[in-house]
């Protein structure tokens, strides 16, 4: 549900209202949500896979690599990836 509500999450003025929002729709314990947000678990998580996406070069999300290759943001329509690894299999040597 980010991914895909991602242009608009990422231009609201509240996105922690926006994301208890989509918890709420998806289902979750609203209470335990909201406590986990503010929890010191889920900040140090979230910095470590930040600190871990910048140690890759990644700058967008969701990012998708194919033979440890970023996939351009153009391609990343369900058909550029079929693309994409179809052409990576074509350079793959046969056994």
């Known amino acids: 549900m980010l991914y895909r509500e991602q242009e608009t999450w990422s231009k609201a003025p509240n996105v922690r209202e926006l994301f208890e929002s989509y918890a709420g729709t998806i289902g979750?314990?609203?209470?335990?949500?909201k406590k986990d947000m503010d929890g010191?678990?889920?900040?140090?998580?979230?910095?470590?896979?930040?600190?871990?996406?910048e140690s890759l070069g990644i700058q967008l999300t969701p990012t998708l690599f194919i033979n440890n290759q970023p996939l351009d943001p153009k391609d990343k329509s369900p058909e550029g990836i079929r693309a994409e690894i179809n052409a990576?299999?074509?350079?793959?040597?046969q056994a």
């Open 28 to 33: 979750l314990d609203l209470d335990k949500f």
């Open 40 to 53: 010191e678990r889920a900040s140090a998580r979230v910095d470590a896979d930040r600190q871990r996406g």
């Open 88 to 93: 990576a299999l074509e350079k793959k040597p």
